[in-house]
């Protein structure tokens, strides 16, 4: 795996009600500190009265050890002036992950061989499953495995048991076709920092074999959908989508297949944006810097 080359960058994420001069004093903020800006983005939802939202990354030389006094000095200067909610990461320090997945391996390997080929600036603390069919290609990586089976009658335990190995060792958590439905306990445990892939576009054929139900509704377009998890199921607001052309000689198997390659480009993308801190969740929705 390639080096991180981000040791001296860092990402800016910001949300407030929209007002006069809130580029200008982000952007005077920074260039006093010594920080010099190299990527900037920002959306507002209506010209008056709406919310404002910034991304912005910047370089600032031995940024490690200036960091928390930079973000110390935000949090007092700017944050009050603008009723002003942010985050500040250093992209040089890897977030930390756990990938989950049942049998179907499409998404996990594609997740897999971009980290190994540098594409995905992440460190896998562990691969987590309910069934062991993916544990050889895994390991073929050097990463830990977890087989953890879920039933309905050990689903609180097993929950349990994936939990204790992951708390205070991961960040974010990555649903790679995990066929299992998470509890309102564990969601609360990563709000908004569980990534799943569902094989459909939503808001369209929610739950469980959506190709069967796109097959029997005569659909033109199937897709897939990468969203945060949230607790009401496959409605928690969504990060990245795609589709793709069908018609009346797609059967359901082709139309599974069609899909496989869909869901595994839209996860790879939802991933990376989440990883170079693009993201800002908006309510039910996201705001995407792209």
Not at 115 to 130: F, H, P, T, Y
Request: aromatic residues 10%; proline residues 3%; charged residues 25%.
């Amino acid at each position: 795996m390639k080096a991180n080359p981000y040791h001296d960058i860092a990402r800016l994420l910001i949300r407030c009600p929209d007002r006069q001069g809130i580029v200008a004093s982000v952007s005077n903020f920074l260039y006093n500190h010594r920080a010099n800006i190299t990527a900037l983005d920002q959306h507002t939802t209506c010209l008056q009265e709406g919310a404002f939202f910034m991304r912005v990354e910047f370089k600032l030389p031995q940024l490690e050890a200036t960091l928390p006094v930079l973000t110390d000095a935000f949090k007092e200067t700017i944050v009050p002036k603008y009723d002003m909610e942010f985050r500040i990461s250093h992209a040089g320090s890897l977030k930390r992950v756990a990938l989950f997945v049942s049998k179907m391996d499409h998404a996990l390997m594609e997740l897999l061989w971009r980290w190994k080929r540098g594409e995905l600036a992440m460190d896998i603390a562990c691969v987590v499953s309910n069934h062991e069919d993916c544990k050889h290609a895994v390991e073929s990586f050097g990463l830990q495995y977890f087989y953890i089976p879920v039933s309905n009658g050990n689903k609180v335990e097993a929950e349990r048991e994936i939990l204790q190995k992951l708390r205070g060792n991961v960040d974010f958590v990555i649903l790679a076709r995990y066929m299992q439905i998470l509890s309102r306990e564990f969601v609360q445990e990563y709000p908004y920092k569980i990534i799943n892939i569902h094989h459909s576009f939503l808001p369209a054929f929610v739950g469980a074999d959506p190709y069967t139900k796109a097959f029997e509704r005569g659909v033109k377009l199937v897709g897939a959908t990468a969203h945060f998890v949230t607790e009401d199921l496959d409605e928690g607001p969504i990060i990245e989508q795609d589709v793709a052309r069908v018609n009346h000689r797609f059967s359901t198997d082709r139309l599974k297949e069609l899909g496989r390659d869909i869901e595994k480009f839209v996860l790879a993308r939802a991933v990376k944006w989440y990883l170079e801190d693009r993201i800002i969740v908006d309510g039910n929705k996201t705001i995407v810097f792209i």
